[in-house]
C-alpha cells in the first residue's frame, strides 16, 4: 500500500495480470492497466489466442469480466478453439461474465457522408462493456477496421479516436494487428498509439521451427528488452523468460548419493552437493546412461521425485535396458517418483526445448533431473546456441536448487579436452569415462575431472557394469602401465597364488626354526645338567675342606683348654 503514497513520477504504471506462463515476470506485473496493449504479427504466430488467454484467464484467475470482439471468426468457431485449452466458452457468456461480438464490417456501413466513422462499433462496443462490466477487452484483429482505407489522415484520426476511447472506458484492451511489410503493423500507425507493443514472431531455421516475442516498447514502466521463447500447446501460451536469471542463488552444503558406493568415496565419501549440476561424458558405449539411470534410482529410493529427459531412447528401451543391471525403473515410476519424457531434439527448436522443460519441471516438482544426451541438441542447432540454452538452464536448476546429472557423448579420446556442447566449464561436477585398451580388450576408466567445493580423488578407477549394478575397482599398475579387465585378474590371480606360495614357504620356515629351536633347548638342557653336576662337584669339595678346618680348629681349641688346665692344677699342688 505504500507504494500508492509516492509520487506518479516515482512509481510505474498500474498493471494487470496476465496470467500467461512467464509473461509477468517479463512486464515486471502485466500489460498496463485501462491502457490498450497492441499485439502484432505474421499470420500463424499466436496473437488470437494471446488476446483470448489475456481476457479468459482474467475471468477464471481474477474474476474480471470481458469482451471479446472479432472481425474474423464467429464465436462458435471461438468457443471450439479455447475448447481445446479447458475453456468452456459458451458457459462463461451464459453467465455473463464473458461477451462475444462478431462485427461484419463493410465500409459502406459505417460511412457516413462520406467521411469514415467508427460510432457503431463504439456503441455495440460500449454496451457489451457496460452490460457485463467488463475490465478486459480484446479486438482481433484490426486490419479489417479499415481494410480498403486509404485516407492516412482519415486512418489516423479514426485510430487515435479508437485508442483514446478504450482509454476513456477504462478498460485494458488488447488489440491484434497483421505486421506489414517493414512495419510492425500493416498501417504502420497501431505501434505509436499504443502504450505498450508486443511482437510475436515464428522462425524456422534447419527445419525447426521457433517463436519469440518481444516487448517492442511499454511505455511508463521498465521491461525486458530480450526476445524470450514461447510455446503454444494444449495448455496455452507459456513464456520462458531465461534470459533474465543472474548467478544470485542460494546454495546447499548438503550431499545426496550418486547412487555408487565406489564414486561417492571419491567425493569425499558423501557424494555430490545437492542442486549441482554435474556432467557425465565419454564415448559411446561407456556406459553413461547406467551412471545416470543409477543417479535416478538413488534419487527415487530417498523417496525424491526425479524427472529424466530422454532425447535418443524410449523409456520403454531405458527401462527393459537397465533392468540388465539390477535397477528396477518401472517401480518408480509406478510409484509416481520418477517420470520420463522422451522427444528427438528435431521436435522443437532450442529454445523450445529449453520452456517445454521449465514448464515440465514446474509441473512435476523433481528434486532430481537427468538430460540424456545433450549431445543430440546439436542437432536443432549451433554449439554456440546449444550452450546458450544449457548455461540457461543451468541457472534455472540451480535456482530451484535440483540436482542436475547431463550426459554428453565425447568424440575425443583425451578426457582434458572440452565437451563437444562446451559445458564442462560450466557444470559444478565433471565425471568422464574413458576407453583403455589393452591386451586385445577394451575396458573403461572413470576419473573425477573436477568437484567444486570437496575434496576428490584424483587416481582412476576401473568402471565396471555388472548384473548386480555399476562398480569401481582399483586399478592396478604393472610394468607396462594400467592393467584393467582380464589383465588385472590375471595380476590379482598371480598375487594371490604368490602370496599362498609365500604363506606355504613361510610355514614351512616356521616349522624349522621351531625343529632348531628345540634342539638348541635340548642341548641347552643338557650342558645346564652338565654344569650343575660339576658346580655339585666343587661344591662338595670345598665343603669338604671346610668342614674339616672347622674340626681341626675345633680341636685344636680343645687341645689347648686341656693344656691350660693342667698347668692350673699342677701349680696349685
Known amino acids: 500500500m505504500a507504494s500508492k503514497k509516492t509520487p506518479p513520477s516515482n512509481k510505474t504504471v498500474a498493471k494487470v495480470p496476465t496470467g500467461i506462463t512467464g509473461l509477468d515476470e517479463i512486464t515486471e506485473g502485466g500489460l498496463p492497466a485501462g491502457r490498450p496493449t497492441l499485439i502484432c504479427g505474421t499470420a500463424g504466430v499466436g496473437k488470437t489466442l494471446f488476446g483470448l488467454e489475456f481476457v479468459l484467464k482474467g475471468a477464471k484467475l481474477y474474476n474480471e469480466p470481458g469482451v471479446i470482439v472479432t472481425f474474423e471468426e464467429k464465436p462458435e ?7 481445446s485449452l479447458g475453456y468452456d466458452l459458451k458457459k462463461l457468456q451464459d453467465k455473463g461474465i ?4 462478431h462485427v461484419h464490417v463493410e465500409r459502406s456501413e459505417i460511412e457516413e457522408t462520406g467521411e469514415y466513422d467508427l460510432e457503431g462499433l463504439f456503441i455495440r462496443l460500449g454496451y457489451a462493456i457496460d452490460s457485463t462490466g467488463a475490465k478486459r477487452v480484446l479486438l482481433d484483429t484490426i486490419e479489417n477496421l479499415f481494410s480498403g482505407l486509404s485516407n492516412q489522415g482519415i486512418l489516423r484520426a479514426e485510430l487515435r479516436r479508437l485508442f483514446n476511447w478504450l482509454k476513456e472506458k477504462k478498460v485494458t484492451a488488447v488489440i491484434t494487428a497483421e505486421k506489414g511489410d517493414g512495419t510492425l503493423t500493416r498501417q504502420g500507425l497501431e505501434e505509436y498509439v499504443s ?32 526476445e524470450y521463447p514461447f510455446l503454444i500447446d494444449e495448455e496455452g501460451i507459456s513464456v520462458l523468460p531465461v534470459t533474465s536469471l543472474q548467478l544470485n542463488n542460494d546454495v546447499s552444503s548438503q550431499r545426496v548419493s550418486s547412487g555408487m558406493p565406489e564414486l561417492d568415496s571419491m567425493l569425499g565419501g558423501k557424494g555430490f552437493f545437492r542442486g549441482s549440476t554435474i556432467l557425465v561424458s565419454g564415448t559411446a558405449g561407456t556406459g553413461k546412461t547406467s551412471i545416470a539411470a543409477t543417479f535416478a534410482d538413488a534419487s527415487c529410493k530417498r523417496r525424491e521425485k526425479c524427472l529424466y529427459f530422454a532425447f535418443e531412447e524410449s523409456p520403454q528401451q531405458i527401462i527393459r535396458n537397465m533392468r540388465s543391471i539390477g535397477l ?16 528427438r531434439p528435431t521436435l522443437y527448436g532450442l529454445e523450445s526445448h529449453l520452456v517445454s522443460i521449465h514448464k515440465k519441471i514446474a509441473a512435476f516438482k523433481p528434486k532430481a533431473i537427468v538430460l540424456d544426451p545433450i549431445t543430440n541438441l546439436i542437432i536443432a542447432g549451433q554449439i554456440s546456441d546449444v550452450k546458450s540454452i544449457l548455461l540457461r538452464l543451468i541457472d534455472f536448476v540451480q535456482s530451484e536448487k535440483i540436482t542436475t546429472m547431463f550426459t554428453a557423448l565425447n568424440l575425443n579420446t583425451s578426457p582434458n579436452e572440452q565437451t563437444d556442447e562446451g559445458v564442462s566449464s560450466l557444470v559444478d561436477a565433471w565425471l568422464t569415462i574413458r576407453d583403455i585398451e589393452s591386451n586385445g ?71 624349522e626354526i621351531d625343529r632348531k629351536r628345540k634342539v638348541l633347548e635340548a642341548t641347552i638342557s643338557s650342558l645346564r645338567e652338565e654344569f650343575e653336576s660339576v658346580q655339585d662337584e666343587l661344591n662338595k669339595t670345598y665343603l669338604e675342606e671346610d668342614l674339616r678346618k672347622q674340626i681341626t ?11 691350660s688346665n693342667k698347668t692350673v692344677n699342677g701349680k696349685n699342688k
Open 77 to 83: 468457431d471461438l468457443a471450439m478453439n479455447v475448447a
Open 98 to 101: 464473458i461477451s462475444v461480438d
Open 195 to 226: 502504450d505498450c507493443v508486443i511482437l510475436l514472431d515464428h522462425r524456422v531455421t534447419n527445419q525447426v521451427s521457433t517463436r519469440r516475442l518481444r516487448i517492442v516498447k511499454y511505455r511508463g514502466s521498465i521491461h525486458g528488452t530480450n
Open 328 to 343: 528396477d525403473l518401472q517401480k518408480h515410476m509406478d510409484e509416481g517418483l520418477l517420470r520420463f519424457h522422451s522427444s
Open 441 to 511: 580388450e577394451r575396458n573403461h576408466g572413470l576419473y573425477v575431472m573436477k568437484s567444486r567445493g570437496m575434496k576428490h580423488s584424483n587416481q582412476v578407477r576401473e568402471f565396471v557394469i555388472t548384473d548386480g549394478g555399476l562398480k569401481l575397482v582399483d586399478v592396478y599398475v604393472g610394468a607396462e602401465g594400467i592393467l584393467t579387465g582380464s589383465s588385472r585378474e590375471a595380476q590379482q590371480l598371480a598375487e594371490a597364488t604368490g602370496l599362498e606360495l609365500r604363506t606355504y614357504a613361510l610355514g614351512r620356515k616356521d616349522r
Open 553 to 563: 680348629e675345633k680341636n685344636r681349641a680343645e687341645l689347648s683348654l686341656k693344656r
